[in-house]
Structure formats: structure tokens, C-alpha cells
């Protein structure tokens, strides 16, 4: 079992719902590195130009999210906030890169329990 086994990332339209990217459910694969200067890089392979064309679109709407779901422990949520100019695309590799400054980091059965 690899780590992702126990994660996924999820970009959606924050307007609409729309779900654009689910590592669960799609044929993707992610990283998502934290540099030091702060922030967090989301680099996501698979994409394809359709797609990112739609995500380059409402770029400025959009809710990227990492689920930790580690087995017997409660979940971990963290809410990345993606600004303008925040997302690229690469078409030779399909590669989506999301860079995020700000991030929310949050338990729900510290809320909901």
C-alpha cells in the first residue's frame, strides 16, 4: 500500500460544486510538496487539456483540498486557498501544477464529536 492509499485531493469549482479532480476516483496521480518559504505546490499527472483548459478558467474559484485518512484514526482535513496566476499547465507531461500560500488545516471530529 503506498500513501495515497490513505489520502486523496480534490479541486472543485467553489461556485458550482463541480468536481474537476478526484485522486480517488481518477486516473491521476499527485504530490504535494511544502517548500520552505511556506505554502504548499500541488503537482497533479494525468491531466488532460480539456480539463485543464477548464480548471485555467475559473482558476481563481476553485477549492483544492488534501484528505488524510489514515485507518483507525480520524480524519485529517486541509483546505489549500488558490489565488490568481496560482495554476499552470504543462501539455507535453499533463501536469497540473497548483501552488496554494494559505492552507486551513482542520480534524471534524474535533467539531462534529
Known amino acids: 500500500m503506498t500513501t495515497q492509499d490513505h489520502e486523496r485531493i480534490l479541486v472543485k469549482h467553489a461556485v458550482t460544486g463541480r468536481m474537476f479532480v478526484n485522486s480517488g ?43 488524510e ?3 483507525g484514526l480520524p480524519p485529517v482535513k486541509h483546505w489549500f486557498y488558490v489565488g490568481e496566476n496560482d495554476v499552470s499547465y504543462d501539455e507535453a ?10 492552507e486551513i488545516t482542520y480534524k471534524p471530529d474535533e467539531y462534529w464529536a
Open 93 to 102: 507531461s499533463s501536469v497540473l501544477t497548483i501552488r496554494a500560500g494559505s
Open 25 to 67: 476516483a481518477d486516473d491521476v496521480i499527485y504530490e504535494l510538496e511544502r517548500p520552505e518559504g511556506g505554502g504548499v505546490v500541488l503537482t497533479v499527472r494525468g491531466i488532460s487539456p480539456w480539463l485543464a483548459e477548464e480548471i485555467l478558467g475559473v482558476q481563481r474559484e476553485l477549492n483544492v483540498f488534501h484528505f
Open 69 to 71: 485518512e489514515p485507518p
